[in-house]
């Protein structure tokens, strides 16, 4: 059964620092094509944070410098690390994978950046 876990999120000041982490299970996602890390604020659409697929990376412009993004292959695991978060960073974060044309979505796990 494919499915995907994320952990790693919470309550944090601002300019703190908080690492996601998403494992992928199940045969399904013996070969990825990609994974990313997405985040909704309230009343906001869904948009991609950061995402890499092979040795390519790419983020969000509000995010670049402050965010990376990173795999381990051998343990199907994306990993999203936050350093200077603002306020602004405040959503829901969901892990993303993409399997050939097949894409995987986590259930979500709040960040909130508030003092």
């Known amino acids: 059964q494919a499915q995907l876990v994320e952990s790693g999120g919470g309550l944090v000041q601002p300019g703190g620092s908080l690492r996601l982490s998403c494992v992928a299970s199940?045969?399904?996602?013996?070969?990825?094509?990609?994974m990313g890390w997405y985040r909704q604020a309230p009343g906001k659409q869904r948009e991609l944070v950061a995402g890499?697929?092979?040795?390519?990376?790419n983020y969000l412009n509000s995010v670049e410098g402050r965010f990376t993004i990173s795999r381990d292959n051998a343990k199907n695991t994306v990993y999203l690390q936050m350093n200077d978060l603002k306020p602004e960073d405040t959503a829901v974060y969901y892990c993303?994978?993409?399997?050939?044309?097949?894409?995987?979505w986590g259930q979500g796990t709040q960040v909130t950046v508030s003092s």
């Open positions: 890499i697929s092979g040795g390519s990376r």
């Open positions: 993303n994978v993409s399997v050939g044309w097949d894409i995987y």
């Open positions: 199940g045969s399904t996602f013996r070969i990825i094509s990609a």
